[in-house]
């Protein structure tokens, strides 16, 4: 009699750890999902520092004209009236510049 509760116990015991281990919501997947909710937190941080930024743009592109006429120079191309506009081109460095052909050896 003893006997038989000891193995019904130790089979009890067997199926509670398999449970434990390998079950649903067992300690492989409970770490599976902390590995996961850490990538997202990591990710949610990298967003509000984004939305972070957006929102102070947008609020300087509200308040004041100084955005908006700086967005309107560098992405538009925009002058004021009476402005004059120059375009500094930097000349060509020595190994940009085309190379003129070599002559062959024979002269010709």
């Known amino acids: 009699m003893i006997a038989a509760l000891i193995v019904l116990l130790l089979a009890l015991l067997a199926w509670l750890q398999y449970k434990l281990w390998f079950g649903q919501g067992g300690a492989g997947q409970v770490q599976a ?3 996961q909710v850490e990538h997202q937190a990591r990710d949610n941080t990298g967003l509000r520092q984004r939305n972070a930024e957006v929102a102070a743009e947008v609020e300087d592109l509200k308040s004041g004209e100084a955005a908006v006429e700086e ?3 560098s992405e538009l ?3 004021k009236p009476g402005e004059s506009f120059y375009r500094v ?6 190994s940009t510049a085309a190379a003129p052909p070599a002559a ?3 002269g010709e």
């Open 33 to 35: 999902l902390s590995t």
């Open 71 to 73: 967005r309107a120079r």
């Open 77 to 79: 191309g925009m002058i």
């Open 89 to 94: 081109v930097e000349p060509a460095s020595q």
């Open 104 to 106: 062959d050896e024979d």
